[in-house]
């Protein structure tokens, strides 16, 4: 297990007085227990913030542009989002247990090779989020009349740059600040359309205005943004103690991630209901200022605080990532270093890419994005809970996952042929704009193949893990986590 020599024994950046002791140490190594702490609250508010952001408002608008009504939409993002946010918020349980990022964890079910291309999937994931963050930043920016979008992308993106390094302690309390402004401005803005009767007459008729089609189109968009959150999310958790109750954790995570992203997919769906031919940024300023203005402007300015702090979670687990697959390759030692200059290659390059966008990038490619992050993510959490849960039942080894000759080995055959086997069963099933599988076709064009992929890819993993000889490594456990505690000094 990577480890260094700082004697201090202390990573609380509170107390630290040194300027660059604001700044997280840990990275891929394990929190130990005496700088366990934190609130099960922040693992509400992180998620809200981060999802209750102006990128939500395009998965929220499109079964409008399908021609779903307005309350068929709502109740399709609703059914989406809960099936999403289930698998999500159980990840959220393994950071407390193992003191590790979630990449990491990642190892004992593909082995330390074969887990990388899910990690070349989680960074391209990382990364397409600060893109698209910092090019739809840099739109509102101009949509606010604060000058041309290619600038702000640049300033926002660096901006989350800043807010990564400083890390973990400083994304919780940023991401608390916004979720207070969010739930203000949200509750006006909402309050203020009702009240005002500024909603179309029709949109909640719920007889005759059905679509099955379209219907479960916005609920697989919106169970594969959910779950695009499934690659970091105990990477927010693992410095919570141990001994933190798994429903507890599950019941905050969840609560922030179904309002959070709910809340913002709703407003977009009523933008588009209200103003169909406008995009989803003028259309958030214009329906904001129908309630009195400047509302729209200010919730454009907190729903885009709030996709500032996904993105800099974004750059967060994206060196994270990093930096674990670079430790396949070669052991590294996680030093504060590292983690600086990992940040800057995912950050700087992401923002640049975003800045260079065309302004309407967003949406016509935004639902293929979704289909796809969905295809390639399901069998992953399909796989990784299922080892947590079934088959090993959270008894891991944290020294041995950083041991090259460790007891997980190079190359998990179990995990890499249960997620091959499961994405090759998706393949009929799948509806995308280039391709269309025969199943899909079949059915008009409804993709399934998320809800198909997440129970094969589990029962596939289950079965050939039947054979595996867990008495062993619980022995091997005992013997390799025995100090593991004292050996987990401080990084510097």
């Not at 190892?107 to 893109?131: D, E, K, S, T």
């Not at 990992?342 to 966008?357: E, F, P, Y």
């Not at 399901?378 to 008894?395: H, K, S």
Request: hydrophobic residues 50%; charged residues 10%.
């Amino acid at each position: 297990m990577p480890t260094s020599s700082n004697p201090s024994g202390s990573d609380d950046f509170r107390n630290e007085t040194r300027p660059t002791g604001l700044i997280e140490t840990r990275s891929i190594d394990y929190v130990p227990l005496r700088e366990r702490k934190g609130r099960l609250t922040d693992q509400a508010t992180i998620w809200f913030a981060g999802s209750a952001q102006l990128l939500s408002l395009a998965t929220g608008a499109i079964g409008i542009g399908l021609g779903l009504n307005l309350v068929w939409t709502l109740v399709a993002l609703a059914v989406g989002t809960v099936i999403g946010t289930i698998p999500v918020s159980a990840h959220a349980t393994q950071g407390p247990h193992l003191g590790l990022p979630q990449m990491v964890q990642t190892r004992p079910q593909f082995g330390r090779y074969g887990a990388l291309f899910i990690w070349v999937v989680a960074i391209v994931v990382y990364w397409g989020y600060i893109v698209l963050g910092g090019n739809l930043l840099g739109v509102t920016a101009e949509q606010l009349g604060w000058g041309s979008a290619q600038p702000w992308a640049v300033i926002t993106g660096l901006a989350c740059v800043v807010l990564a390094v400083f890390g973990y302690h400083w994304l919780h309390v940023a991401q608390r600040v916004i979720t207070i402004a969010l739930v203000v401005v949200l509750v006006i803005y909402v309050i203020g359309l009702v009240v005002g009767g500024l909603i179309p007459a029709g949109a909640f008729t719920l007889s005759g205005t059905f679509d099955l089609a379209p219907f479960l189109i916005v609920v697989s968009a919106a169970t594969s943004y959910q779950l695009s959150w499934a690659f970091f999310v105990s990477d927010y958790s693992r410095y919570m103690p141990p001994d933190t109750p798994r429903r507890a954790i599950v019941a905050w995570t969840s609560a922030g991630l179904f309002f959070g992203v709910f809340s913002f997919e709703a407003v977009g769906a009523v933008c588009a209901a209200m103003l169909p031919a406008d995009g989803i940024i003028p259309g958030l300023a214009t329906t904001g200022d129908l309630v009195f203005k400047p509302l729209g402007a200010t919730m454009l300015i907190t729903g885009g605080l709030g996709l500032l702090g996904l993105m800099a979670m974004c750059v967060y687990g994206g060196s994270l990532t990093l930096i674990t697959a670079l430790d396949s390759v070669r052991p590294v030692t996680p030093t504060r270093r590292i983690r600086v200059v990992t940040i800057l290659l995912v950050g700087v390059t992401a923002t640049v890419a975003g800045a260079l966008l065309p302004a309407d990038f967003l949406n016509t490619s935004f639902a293929t994005i979704l289909a796809v992050l969905a295809y390639l993510m399901a069998p992953w959490t399909a796989i990784n809970l299922t080892d947590f849960f079934l088959v090993r039942r959270g008894r891991y080894s944290v020294t041995e996952m950083f041991k090259p000759d460790g007891i997980y080995g190079t190359w998990n055959l179990r995990g890499i042929a249960a997620y091959a086997v499961t994405f090759v069963v998706m393949i009929p099933f799948m509806n995308l704009s280039f391709f269309q599988g025969p199943i899909a076709a079949a059915m008009g064009g409804i993709d399934v193949a998320f809800f198909v992929g997440i129970p094969v890819g589990g029962a596939i993993y289950w079965l050939l893990c039947r054979n595996l000889n867990l008495d062993r490594e619980h022995a091997v456990i005992e013997q390799s986590d025995g100090d593991l505690e004292a050996r987990a000094e401080a990084i510097i």
